[in-house]
């Protein structure tokens, strides 16, 4: 693994265990493997195996292509997505141009006037 690739890693396991507030230690548990292995990986000097590598990611609540830098998105796989959830918690971009706080709540509200009546009358 190139060490572009162990950089990103590292700033990326560090990023999406901070997101979850957990621990290094906490990781090292979970897997079975000591604390300065995971300080190790974060810091670039040594990657997990294979399959270490996807427990991480299941751990992380990510997927292995985000942690390695081959994409840019930090969602798994296979995550379901509340879209309110995303438009009021996500830093959102349209056009490479942040969304304003002000579209972020047209943008929802727009979005709830679509769903809302077909979920109130499925309800009927």
């Known amino acids: 693994m190139s060490e572009e690739i162990k950089n990103i890693l590292g700033q990326r396991i560090k990023e999406q265990r901070k997101k979850l507030k957990i621990t290094n230690v906490d990781i090292a548990r979970e897997l079975n493997v000591h604390k300065s292995t995971v300080s190790n990986w974060i810091a ?3 990657v997990p ?3 270490t590598l996807a427990d991480l990611a299941k751990i992380l609540n990510t997927s292995q292509d985000y942690l390695t830098g081959k994409t840019a998105n930090p969602l798994p796989f296979d995550a379901v997505v509340d879209v309110k959830e995303l438009l009021n918690n996500r830093e959102l971009v349209y056009d490479n141009k942040p969304i304003t706080d002000e579209q972020r709540a ?3 509200g727009v979005l709830e006037s679509i769903i809302a009546p077909k979920i109130n009358n499925k309800n009927k």
Request: without cysteine; aromatic residues 12%.
């Open 106 to 108: 047209m943008f929802l």
């Open 49 to 51: 195996e294979a399959q």
């Open 44 to 46: 670039g000097h040594r």
